[in-house]
């Protein structure tokens, strides 16, 4: 992470004080000059290398032709540090996770694809009971972390999910992609013309729910699609 600012790192001392905040993933205590994860958890999440990102854009999103790029900083693993962190974000209101998130997510953006001409950011919304059952969007978070690095606008009132769909988990690529069809609608198509937009999820596994996103704001008019997320999956 990016150094913090001698204020923020002054104002953590004292509240750690009064208030000590832990590590989203390991749980111990954090120290004045750590945010959200703890230093050895962070360093412990697998990067996704250059060759991974390639392999894996080639896989979900090539044929498709909906997403012109994908990035993702890191590689989800089971029972790791990252599972651990976007659990606390899904299921432990700890929404300062996907803050925290998103803005890795955003300085990776800035380095390795400062090609990108990004007008819009949207986070992948959720269906409205599964939102209620939630309390909130996860993906609303990292997005919203994007949108503050980046001086961006991010909206979650565009794109509306109007099919409640069951777990994808066990579901392969082509039953998954059946099952999301249709699950997005556009609310307001003028926002959305002519724009370059990134789309954000919390994990990218088959890439297709972000693709079924991206193919009907293609059709209402955006220019390209781009879409990360924090980590990829299997
Ligand atoms: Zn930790």
Redesign the pocket.
């Given at each position: 992470m990016s150094s913090l600012g001698e204020t923020k790192l002054f104002i953590n001392s004292v509240l750690d004080l009064i208030l000590p905040r832990f590590?989203?993933?390991?749980?111990?205590k954090l120290s004045s000059d750590e945010d959200t994860?703890?230093k050895?958890?962070?360093s412990n999440i697998q990067k996704a290398s250059k060759e991974r990102l390639k392999r894996e854009f080639d896989r979900k999103f090539l044929n498709n032709n909906i997403i012109s790029d994908f990035f993702s900083p890191f590689v989800f693993e089971k029972d790791k540090?990252l599972q651990l962190a976007i659990h606390s974000l899904k299921y432990e209101n700890k929404f300062p996770v996907g803050i925290f998130l998103g803005k890795i997510l955003a300085n990776k953006i800035k380095t390795d694809r400062s090609d990108w001409n990004i007008d819009l950011i949207i986070p992948i919304p959720l269906h409205q009971l599964k939102k209620a059952e939630r309390g909130y969007n996860q993906s609303f978070y990292i997005a919203r972390g994007i949108g503050k690095i980046l001086n961006i606008t991010f909206s979650h009132r565009i794109v509306k999910r109007i099919k409640y769909t069951e777990s994808q988990t066990t579901m392969t690529l082509n039953e998954r992609a059946e099952n999301i069809s249709g699950a997005f609608r556009i609310r307001n198509k003028n926002s959305v013309k002519g724009k370059n937009i990134l789309l954000v999820d919390d994990v990218i596994t088959t890439g297709a729910t972000i693709s079924e996103c991206g193919k009907i704001l293609l059709e209402a008019g955006a220019k390209n699609i781009y879409a990360v997320s924090a980590a990829i999956a299997d």
């Open positions: 590590c989203c993933a390991c749980k111990i994860m703890c050895s958890c962070l540090e």
